[in-house]
C-alpha cells in the first residue's frame, strides 16, 4: 500500500476484537482497513493468526504502527520510590516487587515501563509479554516499525494532559469500565478502575470517586476530565461534579476502532 508523508497504521487490540485504521499524524479523516473478533475468553491466543489476517490485508511493508491496548489485558499501579534511590534498577525493582505483591504474578512474565521517578510516587504500566511478542514478531515479519506500544489509559493521558486543568482527576470510560487517575500537578499519582452501572447518573459517578478517594486517603476531585464513550449526562459543570468530556464519541466506530485511535491527535 502507497504511504504519503505523515500516514500512520493504528492498531486496537481488545479482548473482544482486532481493528487496524489508516490514518495521519496531523488528524485528519480516519479509515478503517479491517478488523476481526476475538474469542473473548483466550484473547492472546487468539491475537497472533487474527493478527496476521489484518496484515494479509495488505502491504504495509515500511509503515509506521501505533497500538493501543485495552485497559483490561493491561495492568496499571502506583509505585512508591525506595528511599536513597540512586539508580534505574532500583525503581525497576520496586516497580517489580510491587506488581507482584499486587497482581500475584512473576514481573518476568510482562513487559513493564513507567515515568521513572526517584524522589516521588509514579506510574507503572504492563503488557504480558506474549502479547508484545506476537506484535513484536508480527511487526517484523511485515516489515513494519511499532512507534507506539501503549496500555489505553496511558495513550489518553499522553494525548490529553495539557487539557486537563489542575486539580482536576483524569478518566477514560470504554466498555463500561472507568479508568481514572488521581493528579497532583501534570502527573498522575494513582489509577483506580471500576465497572460503570448502566445508566449511572453524575451523582453516581461523585459518589463512586468519593469513595475511592478515601480508600486511596486523597482529597475527594472537585472536577473530573473524562474522554471515551462517555454519556452525554455526565457532561455537566453544575452539581457536586464538575464533569468535562474531551474529544468526541463516534457510536458509528467499533470498541476496537475507538481504540485505535485513542491516541491519535485531536
Not at 37 to 42: E, I, N, S, T, V
Request: contains cysteine.
Amino acid at each position: 500500500m502507497r504511504r504519503r508523508i505523515g500516514q500512520v497504521l493504528r492498531l486496537g487490540v481488545s479482548a473482544s476484537q482486532l481493528a487496524l485504521v489508516k490514518g495521519s499524524r496531523w488528524g485528519s479523516s480516519a479509515e478503517l482497513l479491517d478488523q476481526c473478533a476475538l474469542d473473548p475468553a483466550a484473547p492472546l491466543e487468539a491475537i497472533a493468526p487474527a493478527l496476521h489476517a489484518l496484515l494479509d490485508s495488505g502491504d504495509f511493508s515500511g509503515w509506521p504502527v501505533a497500538v493501543v491496548v485495552a485497559d483490561d489485558l493491561a495492568r496499571l499501579w502506583q509505585v512508591t520510590p525506595p528511599a536513597n534511590a540512586s539508580r534505574a534498577a532500583d525503581l525497576e525493582a520496586a516497580a517489580a516487587l510491587r506488581f507482584h505483591s499486587l497482581y500475584g504474578d512473576g514481573p518476568s512474565n510482562w513487559a513493564i515501563a513507567a515515568d521513572w521517578d526517584p524522589v516521588r510516587p509514579f506510574i507503572a504500566a504492563a503488557l504480558p509479554r506474549a502479547l508484545t511478542g506476537m506484535l513484536e514478531q508480527a511487526a517484523v515479519d511485515k516489515k513494519m516499525s511499532i512507534v507506539q506500544l501503549v496500555p489505553h489509559f496511558v495513550a489518553a493521558w499522553n494525548r490529553w494532559q495539557g487539557q486537563v486543568r489542575a486539580g482536576s482527576w483524569f478518566g477514560v470510560l470504554h466498555e463500561g469500565v472507568l479508568t481514572a487517575g488521581v493528579t497532583q500537578g501534570r502527573r498522575v499519582v494513582a489509577v483506580r478502575a471500576f465497572a460503570v452501572p448502566a445508566h449511572a447518573d453524575s451523582m453516581w459517578l461523585a459518589g463512586q470517586l468519593n469513595r475511592e478517594a478515601l480508600l486511596l486517603g486523597v482529597e475527594a476531585p472537585d472536577a473530573l476530565t473524562l474522554c471515551g464513550s462517555v454519556p452525554s449526562a455526565w457532561n455537566r459543570q453544575d452539581g457536586p461534579l464538575a464533569c468535562t468530556v474531551l474529544g468526541s464519541h463516534d457510536s458509528d466506530r467499533s470498541p476496537a476502532e475507538r481504540l485505535a485511535l485513542a491516541g491519535a491527535a485531536a
